[in-house]
Every structure is written in structure tokens, then in C-alpha cells.
């Protein structure tokens, strides 16, 4: 690449190999994330982290984990020298890290942004059928993770992103600890994400993977109602204190209420319900593990229709590498069930998608073609009309995901345009 006034900078790794930064896309705590291309025009993500103990931690865990697909690449890590570009430039970056060695993480890129974008940059909130999808692709990577010896630390929207193909990622593992080192004693991930143990780390200490399935119960209470569910997990909170005292049906009285406001279809399903009272509940000992949550009724047959093409994608990899973080995370199966019983679930409607006007909370209502996912026996795991099921459940996440990828890029544009 010889035109210098198309990059802000150059990075060259331990390997000499040369990335052409063009623009930055992100920053957190303990990096900043830019885009960048190599000579054949390939495009990266680059972290450029801002101390080495964020460096280290990061890129250690990720060597850790077993790779799968739903779990951010690694391409390449190390010392580099970052070098300015001629082009006009002013971030802050550049001028604190001047020519000198940086640390850096050079990793597959993710064009399709952020989920958080997908609910809330747009205003809509997923059905229960996309969400199952969203969700169950989810917990396939927190599960690897957990299985390889590692709680992730900061789950939540900004850090779940899609690749070109709409396939779910997980990133950041930069308050990721290891399982074997115990019980964690600082608070770490984001506000709204937070288990209510975390905030006793101090005294107490707390087990990250529980705390994993809380910061989960808030992502899937997300997905399909459009709203985080409290501010704060504590006695305090104008929602979450009845969860604290087991008052569910109180919890979802006043969300009812919030969903009535927003002028938003209050009907959810009780599998839904159950399946999120048992991730965000006060006492981390009481809360549904990774598996159980997997042969949940509400998820169930979403996980056992997906079972064998998982099997297959990873080619025989299931992250249980490691006989010692078995012993950390092995919790025990749950008998499967039949969700039958619960034919709101299921909606007959030859149309594949409907689109209701904006509201008055500018909230669009996104109504999709519900098939029985649940409603299907063992047996017909592999039948024909399991794999017709499955294709066109792609089909509609793909086409859901698709039309609201069209409608943020229309919406930034918008304000970049107000922005000149």
C-alpha cells in the first residue's frame, strides 16, 4: 500500500508483517480497536492496549480457549512498532504512544458490529424465535469458555458482535479470570451486567462463572423485552428488589407496566419467564447452570436440533480439553422436556415477516413467523422436517438481522450528517 494519506498509521508485529490502521472503531478501559487492513487488503481488528497487565490478561486467556466459532479469533499477538501515517489525524492514541512499541492484538474482524446496535440504536427488540437463536449461540460461548478453565467477566450487548455472516462472536477478555484461581474479589464488567455477589467481592469474593450466568440472564431479559431489566441488582431497585425477595410475579408486574408505557405487546411466554428468574436471582447458588439452561424448556429443542451441526462445525472439538477445569464447572444434566404444552409459543402465518409502524416510543414492533421449534420429538432430530425447520429458521434470522443491519447504517449515516 503506497498512497500514505489513505492510513492513519502503520503497525509492524514481531513478524514483521505491516497493518495499515485506517480508522479507529472502538475503545474500552484497557485498549483502543482500530480498523485495519494488511497488503492484500484484508481487513483486521487491531487492540492496541493501554497498559501490558491488559495485554497479558487478554491474550492469555484467549490461548486458553479452545478455539470455536462463536468465540472471537486471535490472529496474532505480541510486541509491535506503530508507526504515524502522513494523512491528517488527531486522536489522542498517536499522541501518546508517539513511534514507540505497543502491545497489540491483531484479530479477525467483525463487520457486522455490535448486538447492541441490532436493539437498541434502532428500537426494537427480537421475538422470542430470533432470540432463541441470538441466546443459544451465546451460551455455546460462554459455555467454552467455562469448559476451558476461564470466566469471561463482561458479558453484555457492546461485547457479543456478528461477523459477515451474521454468526454471533464473542469478545473482550479483558476482566476474564481463570476458574482455578478461586473465588474473584474486585468488581469488574459494566453496570447494568453486574451480579449483586459482585458487590460484596470486597469481603466475600465471588465465582465468576455464576456470576457469568447472571450478566447471560440480563442479555436474553434484553433480547426479547428491549429494555435492561433493572438498574442495579440490589434491594434498592425499583424492579429488582422483588427479585431479591422471590417476588417474581412482582418483577414482571412492573415490567408489564414499562412495556405498557413503551406501548409495547406485553405477552411473553412463561417458559421465557422461568428461564430468566433462574439466571438473575439473588442468591448465585440458586442459579440454572450453563447446561441446564441449555435443556431448558424454553431452549430445549433449539439445542438439540442444533446438536449434531455443532458437532460437525467444530469438527469433533467440544472445548472439554481439560480434565482440570471439569472439576471447576461440571454441573449435571437436567432431564430434557417436552415443551408442548405451551402453544402461545407458536404462531401459524404464511408471512415470514411483519413490520408494524413506529409507535409514539419510536419503537418498531418486529413480528416473525414462529415455528415450533420445541414441539418436536427426539426422534425427529434428523428427520426431514427438522432440517426444513432449522434452514428456515436461518433464513429468518438472517433476513431479521439483515433488514436491521440496513437500518442502523441508515441511522448513523443520519448523524454523521447532522454531526457535519
Not at 513511534?99 to 458490529?113: A, I, R, T, W
Not at 453484555?156 to 451474521?166: A, G
Not at 469478545?171 to 474479589?185: M, N, P, V, W, Y
Not at 413490520?355 to 409514539?360: G, P
Request: include cysteine; aromatic fraction near 14%.
Amino acid at each position: 500500500m503506497d498512497d500514505k494519506d489513505n492510513y492513519l498509521g502503520l503497525l509492524i508485529t514481531k513478524t514483521k508483517n505491516k497493518y495499515y490502521i485506517l480508522k479507529q472503531i472502538g475503545e474500552g478501559a484497557t485498549s483502543f480497536v482500530f480498523l485495519a487492513i494488511d497488503k492484500d487488503k484484508k481487513e483486521y481488528a487491531v487492540k492496541l492496549y493501554k497498559n501490558i497487565e491488559s495485554y497479558f490478561n487478554e491474550t492469555s486467556r484467549l490461548r486458553n480457549i479452545v478455539t470455536t466459532k462463536n468465540i472471537v479469533k486471535l490472529i496474532s499477538f505480541g510486541q509491535g512498532n506503530l508507526e504515524r501515517g502522513y494523512s491528517y489525524y488527531s486522536h489522542k492514541l498517536f499522541n501518546h504512544f508517539g513511534n514507540e512499541q505497543v502491545n497489540y492484538g491483531l484479530f479477525e474482524y467483525l463487520k457486522n458490529g455490535e448486538l447492541f446496535h441490532y436493539v437498541f440504536t434502532i428500537k426494537k427488540k427480537f421475538s422470542e424465535e430470533i432470540s432463541r437463536k441470538i441466546f443459544y449461540d451465546i451460551v455455546k460461548a460462554v459455555e467454552c469458555c467455562h469448559k476451558s478453565g476461564i470466566s469471561h467477566g463482561d458479558i453484555k450487548l457492546e461485547n457479543i458482535l456478528l461477523n459477515s455472516n451474521f454468526n454471533i462472536k464473542l469478545i473482550d477478555f479483558g476482566f476474564a479470570k481463570f476458574i482455578k484461581e478461586g473465588l474473584i474479589s474486585d468488581i469488574a464488567g459494566t453496570k447494568y451486567y453486574n451480579a449483586p455477589e459482585m458487590f460484596f467481592c470486597a469481603t466475600k469474593g465471588y465465582d465468576g462463572t455464576l456470576a457469568d450466568v447472571f450478566s447471560l440472564g440480563v442479555v436474553l431479559f434484553i433480547l426479547v423485552m428491549g429494555f435492561y431489566p433493572f438498574e442495579k441488582p440490589n434491594i434498592t431497585d425499583n424492579r429488582y428488589k422483588f427479585i431479591s425477595k422471590k417476588d417474581y410475579s412482582g418483577f414482571w408486574k412492573k415490567c408489564e407496566q414499562k412495556m405498557g408505557a413503551l406501548k409495547m405487546d406485553t405477552k411473553i411466554s412463561s417458559e421465557f419467564k422461568d428461564l430468566v428468574e433462574k439466571m438473575i436471582c439473588y442468591k448465585p447458588k440458586e442459579r440454572i447452570n450453563l447446561e441446564n439452561i441449555k435443556y431448558h424448556p424454553w431452549l430445549v429443542g433449539l439445542t438439540e436440533s442444533y446438536a449434531l451441526d455443532d458437532e460437525k462445525v467444530n469438527n469433533g472439538n467440544n472445548c472439554d480439553n481439560s480434565s482440570d477445569s471439569e472439576k471447576y464447572f461440571s454441573p449435571k444434566k437436567s432431564k430434557k422436556k417436552n415443551s408442548s404444552h405451551n402453544p402461545s409459543f407458536y404462531k401459524k402465518n404464511n408471512d415470514c415477516l411483519k413490520i408494524i409502524s413506529n409507535n409514539s416510543d419510536g419503537f418498531e414492533h418486529v413480528h416473525i413467523n414462529e415455528k415450533n421449534l420445541l414441539n418436536i420429538q427426539k426422534q425427529q432430530k434428523n428427520g426431514p422436517n427438522m432440517k426444513n425447520e432449522l434452514k428456515e429458521l436461518e433464513s429468518l434470522y438472517i433476513k431479521e438481522l439483515s433488514l436491521r443491519k440496513i437500518e442502523i447504517e441508515k441511522y448513523l449515516k443520519e448523524q454523521d450528517d447532522e454531526g457535519e
